[in-house]
């Protein structure tokens, strides 16, 4: 059986060596034709898909640029109008800052022409202080030496507290003291009596002592 499969075998490798031994060289150039037919067209398809591939792929990518240049150009265009709204805020601004420096050097000056005038009531305030608390001074010891001496007011003290009173009425109350002197080398004279003396003088230092507290007070509120 062995030797029958090989004798087969040998009678068909001996046929087709026959054959191919026949074939002519136009049917060699037609099947070589053929061969690379099919393989032309094999690698003409892989050749298509890769340029598929690469073509979508380029796709994407200036799909990509184009989204990305647009963004950037709103983006841009916002900025611009961020920038000029800025920009007038600046202007803006800038206007205000010099409308604010004038007010500072005006509100400057005003506040020295305010503390010179503020010095000067000062000054007048001490002087018309000074003046009420020698009124008072002067009330205090007119007092004593007529209450003292009930009416004897021959003693040079009295009579310089009595005429600073007076003097004093005058100026910070705008009153005079009715009492009268007699001249040198006569009886003094009075238009009120002792009591009516002191009566009269204790009335004016309660108002000397109010026009204290008044100064006082308006010196405070000032």
Same mark, same amino acid.
């Given at each position: ?30 099947? $070589?034709?053929?061969? $690379?037919q ?54 803006? $601004? ?30 007048i ?47 910070? $109350?705008g ?23 002191i ?11 109010q ?12």
């Amino acid at each position: 059986m062995s030797k029958f499969l090989f004798a087969a075998a040998c009678v068909a490798a001996c046929s087709w060596r026959a054959q191919a031994a026949k074939a002519t060289p136009v049917e060699k150039v037609v099947e $070589l034709l053929g061969k $690379l037919q099919v393989q032309v067209e094999q690698e003409g398809k892989e050749e298509a898909a890769a340029y598929d591939k690469y073509a979508c792929f380029c796709k994407e990518q200036v799909d990509e640029k184009l989204y990305a240049i647009t963004k950037s150009k709103e983006k841009i265009e916002k900025l611009d109008a961020k920038i000029e709204k800025l920009g007038a805020e600046i202007t803006s $601004l800038d206007g205000e800052i010099s409308d604010l420096g004038k007010e500072i050097d005006g509100l400057t000056e005003k506040m020295k022409v305010a503390k010179e005038t503020r010095t000067g009531e000062h000054a007048i305030f001490v002087e018309n202080l000074a003046d009420v608390d020698g009124a008072i001074s002067a009330c205090d010891r007119a007092l004593e030496s007529l209450k003292t001496s009930k009416g004897d007011l021959g003693g040079k003290v009295e009579l310089e507290a009595l005429a600073q009173i007076q003097a004093v009425a005058r100026t910070i $109350l705008g009153t005079d003291l009715a009492i009268v002197v007699a001249q040198p080398g006569k009886a003094y004279e009075y238009k009120y009596y002792a009591n009516d003396i002191i009566a009269t003088i204790e009335a004016l230092q309660k108002k000397f002592t109010q026009k204290k507290n008044d100064l006082e007070q308006e010196e405070f509120d000032t």
